[in-house]
Structures are given as structure tokens and as C-alpha cells.
């Protein structure tokens, strides 16, 4: 380990690279503590937004920025909505969406700035639900005297905040170590997580109702989950389905070409922890409009039962979660295509005839092993309720498996990108084959 974490730094690009990425992050931790003008933060310390849920996860995603209600407060969340929309858009819902998406290098380029034009606009509508809902729904006044100019002023704040991250993001991606947009959310969970572990340490052991066994006893069995959690989670997103593929010979002038015996790797989990945060950020998005109408009858219904710790908004969280699971995965690999090539390359599956057949088989597989991945991720997610309920946890911990699926499976997929950098110089890296 010591001396794969030695290799890393004899490797001038990677080096640059890992630097540059915690170069961004330091700058995205100042942005959560800049502070948004002439706003009320005795509002941020009121009980009833420190116990809820909604707000806890909003603030734990943002790595405290909302709480702090910074530059910072909405987090990337209008950015990972317009991307859902638009990949939405993209299969053949819009013809020229649907062109582009198949253009390659260059439709992606059309659609990213698609994309990011649909961030400022949701970012604008997100930044004034915040703005209302919060002033109206505490009791508290977080700006005084509040006007239409001010609800705008700071929805632009807001909007700005967002357009700054995506682009820090952005920067990650093409100069730095891992999906940019990943790494900040992963960023956003690891700072609040001492917090949390003192709030909850504070709960267990310092203002606690119960006697000092049974409060060891809850710690135990939480840690115990969490490791339990860790090592599902790695398991799952290691867990692969080996489909073999044989290439028939065939003669090219004086050249034989083909023959050899291959696979086509399926994972258990290929959307990554991708469809949780989609999920995350469409259960929230109904909630983020209602509160433009907080006190009107249907908003607050809206506001009491999509929450993702009510029945309703849990059902629709767990189904959320495996339809983009199911989506993300076959977004990425089409098994029609997949066919297609390997018929074009002489390839075949054995005892499957090529062409359509081939095709059918792959979408079964694929199917099957992406459907054990999805409820595995539901499962997962939907953990943290189970915990407060059962360990009588305050609520204002978010300490779960939403949070610790996204960790793991972002330092998963960036150790892989590290793997693949020190492999490509001939370094040992983290996983030894």
C-alpha cells in the first residue's frame, strides 16, 4: 500500500493531477463559508429545519453550505437535474437531442452546453424556492422586509454559486482525478461526516436518556452496520458477470487474424452510484416548487409526503433509484450495438447464434444482474431511516447508506482511474490481478 501510495508521486501527471484536484476542493470548502448578503442566519439555527430530514440531506450534500446558507447553499443539485432531463431528451424523446447523443465527441459538446444552460435556469427556480421557503416556513424572517428584488438578488447569488461549482467540476474531469461533478458531492459527505459523528456521539454518550450499556450496545451495532454497509457496497460495485466471446479465424492475405477467446465483462452495478444521486435530486425537486406555495393546501401536501422518510416518498425513492439504474446502465451499453459489432468482428457467444439472438441473450444477462444491482442500491438507500428508527437517532443525522454508497463508489472509481494511470507506466497499483 505504502508503496503504491510512493508510485503515485513519481508519476509527474498523476501527481499534477491529484494536486489540482485537492487545489478545486480547497476552493469549493472556502465558497461553503462565504456567506450570501443581508440574510437572517438565527433562521439556520431553528430546531424544526435542524430535525428535518429534507433540509438535513439538502445540507449534508452541500457539505454544510446550506446551513451556513453560503454562495454555496444549492449545491449541484440544478446541475445533475438538467443532466437527468437531458438524457431524457436524448433517447429520441427530441430527434436532434437523439442526433446529437450519436455524433460522438461533438454532439456531447451540444449537449453539455444543453446542459448547462438548463443548470441556470433550475438553478434560478431552485435558488427562489429557497429563498421563499425559508423565510416563510420557520417562523423567522431570514431577510427582513423581504421584496420580489431580494428574493431575486439572492436566487442570482445562488445561481452563480451553482455555475461556479459545475465549472470547478468541469475542471476536475478534464485536469484532475475522477468525474469532477462525483468528487464535489463526495467532497460535500466527507466534510460533514465529523459533525455528524459528534452529534451523534454527543446523542449516545453525553445527553443520554438510556443506560450506558445499551448506548455502547447501539454504537456497536452501528459501526457494525456501517462496516457491513462498506463492504456490500464494494462487492457489489466489483461484482462482474464474465460473458465468453470466441472470434472465428480468418485468412487476410498471407495473415490469419481471430481465434482467440475473450469476454465481455457485465457489472453487477454498471450506473455506479449515479441513479442514487438522479434520485436524490428528483425527490427533492417537487418538495424545492412547493415551497414557492408552502401554505397552500396542495404544496403542503406535496411537502409532507415526498419526503423520502414518509411511505409515499420512500416507495417512489426506491422506485426512482432502480428505473435510473436500469436507464443509466442500458445508456451506457446498448446491446444491439454490442451484437452488431461482434457479428462485423467475426465474434460469436457459444451456443448463441449472432445477430439478433445475441443480442436478446445480452439484453437478458444484462437485465438480471442490472436488477440485482438496483435493489441492492435501494436497499441501501433507504437504510438511514431504519437506523434512526431502530437506534433512535436524531434526525438531524444523516448517517446512512446514501452517503456512504456515494463515498465508497467515488473512491472506487477514482482508485480505478489511479490503478489505470500507474498501470499504463508499469506500477503496481491498489488491486493486485
Not at 158 to 172: K, N
Request: proline share 4%; glycine share 10%; charged share 15%.
Amino acid at each position: 500500500m505504502f508503496t503504491t501510495v510512493s508510485n503515485i508521486w513519481k508519476v509527474a501527471d498523476l501527481r499534477s493531477r491529484i494536486l489540482f484536484t485537492l487545489f478545486i476542493l480547497f476552493i469549493y470548502r472556502i465558497g461553503s463559508f462565504i456567506p450570501v448578503p443581508g440574510v437572517n442566519k438565527d433562521v439556520f439555527k431553528n430546531e424544526d429545519m435542524a430535525g428535518s430530514d429534507l433540509f438535513g440531506l439538502l445540507n449534508t450534500f452541500s457539505g454544510g453550505a446550506l446551513f451556513q446558507f453560503s454562495i454555496l447553499a444549492i449545491g449541484i443539485t440544478p446541475y445533475i437535474t438538467a443532466s437527468i432531463i437531458v438524457q431524457l431528451l436524448s433517447m429520441d424523446v427530441i430527434p436532434k437531442f437523439a442526433e446529437w447523443a450519436k455524433e460522438g465527441e461533438n454532439g456531447k459538446k451540444k449537449l453539455a452546453q444543453i446542459t448547462r444552460y438548463g443548470t441556470v435556469i433550475l438553478g434560478l427556480v431552485q435558488g427562489f424556492a429557497t429563498a421563499i421557503g425559508f423565510n416563510r416556513s420557520f417562523g423567522l424572517e431570514m431577510i427582513p422586509g423581504a421584496t420580489f428584488v431580494d428574493y431575486l438578488l439572492i436566487a442570482i447569488i445562488l445561481t452563480a454559486g451553482t455555475a461556479f461549482l459545475m465549472w470547478l467540476g468541469e475542471q476536475i474531469t478534464e485536469r484532475g482525478i475522477g468525474n469532477g461533478i462525483s468528487v464535489l458531492i463526495f467532497a460535500a459527505i466527507v466534510a460533514g461526516l465529523p459533525a455528524q459523528i459528534r452529534t451523534l456521539y454527543s446523542h449516545l454518550f453525553v445527553d443520554a436518556q438510556d443506560a450506558l450499556f445499551l448506548n455502547i450496545a447501539k454504537a456497536v451495532l452501528i459501526v457494525l452496520a456501517v462496516i457491513a454497509i462498506i463492504v456490500g457496497v464494494i462487492f457489489i460495485q466489483q461484482g462482474i458477470r464474465k460473458i465468453p466471446v470466441q472470434y472465428a479465424k480468418r485468412v487476410v492475405g498471407r495473415k490469419m487474424y481471430g481465434g482467440q477467446s475473450t469476454h465481455i465483462p457485465m457489472k453487477v452495478n454498471g450506473a455506479g452510484v449515479i441513479p442514487v444521486i438522479f434520485a436524490v435530486s428528483l425527490i427533492l425537486f417537487p418538495i424545492t416548487i412547493a415551497n414557492f406555495w408552502s401554505t397552500q393546501p396542495w404544496a403542503k401536501w406535496i411537502i409532507d409526503n415526498m419526503n423520502y422518510d414518509k411511505p409515499l416518498g420512500m416507495v417512489l425513492y426506491v422506485l426512482l433509484i432502480i428505473g435510473f439504474t436500469f436507464f443509466y446502465t442500458f445508456v451506457q451499453i446498448n446491446p444491439v450495438q454490442m451484437a452488431d459489432q461482434m457479428k462485423k468482428n467475426g465474434g460469436y457467444i457459444p451456443g448463441i447464434r449472432p445477430g439478433k439472438p445475441t443480442s436478446s441473450y445480452l439484453t437478458r444477462v444484462l437485465s438480471r444482474i442490472t436488477l440485482t444491482g438496483a435493489v441492492f442500491l435501494a436497499v441501501i438507500s433507504v437504510l438511514p431511516v431504519a437506523f434512526g428508527t431502530l437506534a433512535g437517532l436524531p434526525r438531524s443525522v444523516q448517517l446512512g447508506g446514501t452517503s456512504l454508497l456515494i463515498v465508497i463508489g467515488v473512491a472506487l472509481d477514482t482508485m480505478k482511474q489511479i490503478e489505470s494511470q500507474l498501470i499504463k507506466r508499469h506500477y503496481k497499483g491498489f488491486i493486485n490481478k
